[in-house]
């Protein structure tokens, strides 16, 4: 059973960045496709960003440019640098991995505001 554990979510201002990461527990860690996605009040979930398993990446237009995804394959962990933050880009969270069938984290909260 494969556990995601998110941290790195807050408060910050228009312009400002965030760091969030993504601890996967298991053994195959460099084997998984990881990604994540959002979700703001009363809206769907979107898809963010994604790194597969050789590091190549993927990111939606609308985070394009400024958010950056990376993996650390010694740590398990994968990453969300997210850069000029604005106030659409207020939701919760989700990092996902993708191994034979889909893993949820529980999510962090970013709340970009002045």
């Known amino acids: 059973q494969v556990q995601l554990v998110e941290s790195g979510g807050g408060l910050v201002q228009p312009g400002g960045s965030l760091r969030l990461s993504c601890a996967a527990s298991?053994?195959?860690?460099?084997?998984?496709?990881m990604g994540w996605y959002r979700q703001a009040p009363g809206d769907q979930r979107e898809w963010v960003a994604v790194v597969d398993s050789g590091g190549s990446t993927n990111y939606a237009d609308s985070v394009k440019g400024r958010f950056t995804i990376s993996r650390d394959n010694a740590k398990n962990t994968v990453y969300l640098q997210m850069n000029s933050l604005k106030p659409e880009d207020t939701a919760v969270y989700y990092c996902?991995?993708?191994?034979?069938?889909?893993?949820w984290g529980q999510g962090t909260q970013v709340t970009v505001s002045s």
């Open positions: 298991g053994s195959r860690f460099s084997f998984y496709t």
């Open positions: 996902y991995l993708n191994y034979a069938k889909v893993y």
